[in-house]
């Protein structure tokens, strides 16, 4: 796959200040809370789209915002999609064996430690954003610590994991996978958006073009992982592949077919890159990133 010559800086970039954050940030104690704290390193560092934290500096980067304080955020975004990650895979859930290409947390450290590794990455992202070394402001990080709240509860990112399960005993039809799918994983990815424009001090009325623009990559985000999951290779995806179908659960690519699919898709990257019709040049990283999210094989 041709990833164009700034987005794949980008992608490396934001990648490795992920990476060395988290490894600043989890470092391993002298005490019996040794093992949670590797299960989390194994978890959070190394692999992965950092799609999350990418969309944080790319939104951020439209208004200047301080280095530090995008990185911050972006990294109590991207422990929340770590958590979520670790406990979607173990057996009560998705009962994976594989993320990123490496066995599951609760594979290794074991079903009970992986809760706790879980549970302890989504109170660090709140930890994370409540200190003031994320922003001086404290309106700024309240409004990021509501955002984020709001995105990965019962309302966005878990309440979407509830319909998911709940889709293996229902017939869902387009419009219930579309919220689903709005919630379960749209919603994070609109946080992080959104984040960005809090960092910048963008009043939420002035948000407007961002919010389509996250909704939109967020749905064609999803059926790009359908069509993976039914057309992809599971090495390069890191991951198992068609689960959904051997669940009999509803998707998007079951509900349209596979061209219906892709042409929705192409059809809501355009629309999202149209949102940004307001921003010059500035955006271009936005833009790619919206066509990185249709074309990418993992």
């Not at 560092?45 to 790319?58: D, M, N, Q």
């Not at 219930?176 to 919630?183: H, N």
């Amino acid at each position: 796959m041709f990833v164009p010559p700034t987005l794949r800086v980008a992608l490396h970039q934001v990648g490795a200040e992920i990476d060395r954050r988290f490894d600043a940030l989890l470092a391993v104690p002298d005490d019996p809370r040794a093992d949670l704290y590797h299960a989390m390193r194994h978890a959070a560092i190394g692999g992965g789209k950092r799609l999350r934290p990418l969309l944080v500096f790319a939104t951020a980067g439209l208004f200047g915002v301080d280095y530090g304080a995008t990185a911050r955020t972006a990294c109590a975004i991207e422990a929340i999609h770590v958590y979520s990650l670790i406990h979607d895979d173990l057996p009560a859930m998705d009962d994976d064996d594989v993320r990123r290409g490496r066995p599951t947390v609760h594979k290794v450290h074991g079903e009970a430690t992986a809760i706790l590794a879980g549970d302890c990455l989504h109170a660090l992202a709140f930890e994370w954003l409540a200190d003031a070394a994320t922003h001086p402001d404290p309106f700024v990080r309240a409004e990021l610590i509501a955002e984020l709240a709001r995105a990965s509860g019962p309302n966005g990112m878990a309440g979407g994991q509830m319909m998911d399960l709940e889709a293996e005993k229902a017939r869902f039809d387009l419009n219930t996978v579309t919220r689903l799918q709005a919630m379960k994983t749209g919603a994070l990815i609109s946080c992080a958006v959104e984040s960005g424009a809090i960092l910048g001090r963008v009043a939420p009325d002035g948000r407007t073009g961002l919010r389509g623009y996250a909704r939109d990559i967020g749905l064609a985000f999803q059926i790009a992982d359908d069509l993976l999951d039914v057309e992809g290779d599971e090495d390069k995806a890191g991951k198992k592949l068609r689960k959904d179908q051997g669940a009999g659960k509803e998707t998007f690519v079951s509900l349209l077919g596979i061209d219906r699919a892709r042409a929705q898709a192409g059809m809501l990257v355009e629309q999202a890159m149209e949102h940004l019709h307001g921003h010059g040049a500035e955006a271009d990283l936005l833009r790619a990133i919206a066509r990185f999210v249709l074309d990418r094989d993992r």
